[in-house]
């Protein structure tokens, strides 16, 4: 039993030094695909119901890692939120987004997800700014999306930095909603402009009451408090009729668009086949 016992210990021992070896490996190569430019954008549609018009896109980032293919967000961005990489990563994935949206008509926006750390970090809005200015895209077309982790900590500061994002003209968005805590607070407390309704609501929207009852909860909130309200992973036309009924401003999902690489043509102005 002693000896099944350490064997047990070695192998594990062995599995988190591959762990921490590929974690390194990881962080090793991020970095280099900062300098070498292995990162792009993919950007998914966003539609109003009120017209069916694409108000603006999402940033999404890819990585084309040259062995390992391409890489998942989410397989890299907690390492890079781990070892700080990520600001550097938030601040070229700020001004590769300005700078795209600048070819999109007018008022089309760009949203681009903000890590809890970038958030944190006291050159961020020195990042925006700098993005701003150097794209020429107007503030009101940038919209940031945070997450409720983003948000956990000194209130005071974050509403400061809020308050200040918002001083420079751009958006602000609350992403996943719902699968925080202290979301309501939230809603009270911080200067938002939209709330981006997690898709395992949408997702469950349709079977699970309980579900349903949240969505339209907050689609009333955001009416209320003058935010607007916008469903994530709307995959099917069930979903999409459901969300018009419930008085949500806008979609997001498969059904609308998959995220894409820009191609050198402008986007369509409409979304097609959402109806
Ligand atoms: P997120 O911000 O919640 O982004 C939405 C994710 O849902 C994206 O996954 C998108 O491709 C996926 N999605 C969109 N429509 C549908 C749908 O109808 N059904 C389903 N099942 N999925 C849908 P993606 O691109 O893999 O990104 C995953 C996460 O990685 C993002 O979640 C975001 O938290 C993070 N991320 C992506 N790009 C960036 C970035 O530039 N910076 C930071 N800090 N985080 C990023
Ligand atoms: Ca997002
Ligand atoms: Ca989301
Ligand atoms: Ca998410």
Known sequence: ????????????????????????????????ALTEGQFHLAYQPIMALADDAVVGFEALIRWQHPTRGLVAP??????????????PIGTWVLGE????????????????????????????LAHITAA?????????????????????????QIAHTLSALRQLGL??????????????AHLRDLPLDRIKIDRSFVAAALTDNHSMAVIKA?????RDMNILTLAE???????????????CDAVQGY?????????????????????
């Open 1 to 32: 039993a002693k000896r099944h016992g350490r064997g047990r210990a070695a192998h594990y021992a062995s599995g988190m030094m591959e762990a921490v070896a590929e974690r390194h490996t990881l962080e090793n190569d991020i970095r280099i």
């Open 74 to 87: 989410a397989s890299f961005i907690p390492v890079a939120e781990e070892t700080g990489l990520i600001v």
């Open 97 to 124: 987004a300005c700078r795209q949206a600048t070819r999109w008509q007018p008022h089309q926006h760009v949203a681009v997800n903000v890590s809890a750390v970038q958030f944190r970090s006291p050159m961020l």
């Open 132 to 156: 701003l200015a150097e794209s020429g895209l107007p503030p009101h077309r940038l919209e940031i999306e945070l997450t409720e982790t983003a948000l956990v900590e000194d209130g005071r």
């Open 171 to 184: 958006k602000i968005a609350m992403d996943d909603f719902g699968t925080g805590y202290s979301s309501l």
């Open 218 to 222: 907050i689609t009333q909130m955001g």
């Open 233 to 247: 992973g709307v995959e099917d036309a069930d979903q999409l009729a459901l969300l018009r009924r419930l008085g």
């Open 255 to 275: 059904l609308i668009g998959r995220p894409e690489r820009p191609s050198s043509s402008p986007p369509p102005a409409r979304a097609s086949g959402a109806r």
